[in-house]
Structures are given as structure tokens and as C-alpha cells.
């Protein structure tokens, strides 16, 4: 899929079929987060990816905004370093990268929940020295969704050319 067709069709996918993503393909989507830019190259970020069904049945109930985690073939944690001032920009990109390659290859998941998320960071184990960003749920969509059929702005209302309020489009 070419970059800008997957970021055009990729949407919130919160339910998802039985049908589990290879390992490779798992594997992948943690490189993409690997392989992502940080500032001044720093990788503040650790990934803990859960398959057991146990664990995510306890992370469903522990996400307010995502007991469909519980749903999902599997789950990646995004721990961020405290220490870092800009650890949640770099994070953030981390993210996206892993949710467009999963998508790229037909596989959804959402981003849930935002910052620190002590009851999740304590059922997986997490260190001090790191909090939580994110928990993605991943698995191939139960259902055909709207590709491509986003609800956004338009861009003469978020865009401009050269200063601010002179519309781009
Ligand atoms: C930073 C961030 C936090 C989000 N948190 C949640 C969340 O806690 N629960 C949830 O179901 N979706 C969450 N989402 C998904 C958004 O609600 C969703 O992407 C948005 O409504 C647009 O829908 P679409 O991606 O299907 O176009 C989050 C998305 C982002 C970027």
C-alpha cells in the first residue's frame, strides 16, 4: 500500500475478528516502532507487546476508554522514559509508524487512552523510571469499514498559504 493510500484509508478499528496476525507481521509492526525518529535520536520508548488472552481480558478491564482491548489479537503497550520532556512527541510518531504498517497489511487497531496509566503499568511490570503513552489494540477489523471515509475538517479550514488565515485551498 502506497504511504499516503494508507494513511487516507486507515480509521479507528475497535473490533476484530478471531483471526490472528502472523508472528512476521507482529514482529514488523514492533520494527516499525524500532525503526521510528526521535529527537536528537534518543528511542525514549519501550514497547511491550501482549498476546496472552489472560492479560488483555485484565487490560480490557482496566482501559475506561478501550474495554475492547479485551477483543483484540493482540495488544502493545508504549512506555515512554519520565525523564524526557519530549518523549511524548517522539512516542507519538513511534506510534503512528506501527499503525500504518499494521494497516498497510490489513490489520486495524486504535489508540487508546493517554498518558500515564498507573494500573496498567503495574499489571505489566513497568519500572519507575517509564510511564505509559498508549495502549494500541491490533487484529484484522470484524467488519468491512468505510476505507477511506474520514470525518475531517476541511482543509480551507485548517490550512493556510504562507500566513496564517490566507487559505491554501
Ligand atoms: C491521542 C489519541 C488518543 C485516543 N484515545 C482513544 C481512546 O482512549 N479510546 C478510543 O476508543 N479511541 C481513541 N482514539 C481514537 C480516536 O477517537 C479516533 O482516531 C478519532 O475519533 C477519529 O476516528 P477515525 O480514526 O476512525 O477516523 C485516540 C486517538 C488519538 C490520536
Redesign the pocket.
Known sequence: MEVFDAVRT?????RYSAQRPPGDLVRRIVEAGRLSASATNSQPWHFIVIEERATLDQIGRI?D??H?AAGASLAIAVMIEKDRRIAVSDG?RAIQNMILTAWSEGVGS?????GRMPALETLLGVPDSHQGL?LLAFGYPAETIGRGR???KPLSEIASRERYGTPFA
Not at 486507515?10 to 475497535?14: I, T
Open positions: 486507515v480509521l479507528a478499528v475497535r482501559m476508554t478501550g475492547y507519538s486504535n489508540w487508546i487512552g493517554f498508549a474520514k470525518k475531517r
